[in-house]
């Protein structure tokens, strides 16, 4: 289909730069409504003290933490993941977080 189409370099040239700019700007979007998510939850949850809140955020970024995951892995859990005690979650790039946004 495409190769009936008889575009020149410089249209797909800007067709290129009019696409990655439209993406770029979606990107921005869910990353800046994810943070003002994130900024909320730290806000009720927390407050303004600023130990709990360090030690969420060095959880909350763990491969297998709530930023990442609708149901992570337990705070508690400090082994591996070869290891056979690893609670294996499911569900990746599915937090509330991110589903506030994508909608």
Same mark, same amino acid.
């Given at each position: 289909m495409l190769s009936s189409i008889?575009?020149? @370099?410089?249209?797909?040239?800007y067709l290129t730069a009019q696409a990655y700019d439209r993406l770029t700007e979606k990107r921005s979007k869910i990353a800046n409504e994810a943070k003002k998510a994130?900024?909320?939850?730290?806000?009720?949850?927390?407050?303004?003290?600023?130990?709990? @809140?360090?030690?969420?955020?060095r959880y909350a970024k763990r491969p297998n933490g709530p930023l990442f995951w609708e149901d992570p892995t337990l705070e508690e859990c400090k082994v591996e993941r070869e290891h056979a005690d690893y609670i294996v979650r499911r569900y990746c790039l599915a937090c509330s977080f991110l589903f506030r946004n994508v909608s």
């Amino acid at each position: 289909m495409l190769s009936s189409i008889s575009l020149s @370099i410089y249209d797909l040239a800007y067709l290129t730069a009019q696409a990655y700019d439209r993406l770029t700007e979606k990107r921005s979007k869910i990353a800046n409504e994810a943070k003002k998510a994130v900024d909320e939850y730290i806000r009720t949850a927390f407050g303004t003290d600023p130990t709990p @809140i360090a030690k969420w955020c060095r959880y909350a970024k763990r491969p297998n933490g709530p930023l990442f995951w609708e149901d992570p892995t337990l705070e508690e859990c400090k082994v591996e993941r070869e290891h056979a005690d690893y609670i294996v979650r499911r569900y990746c790039l599915a937090c509330s977080f991110l589903f506030r946004n994508v909608s």
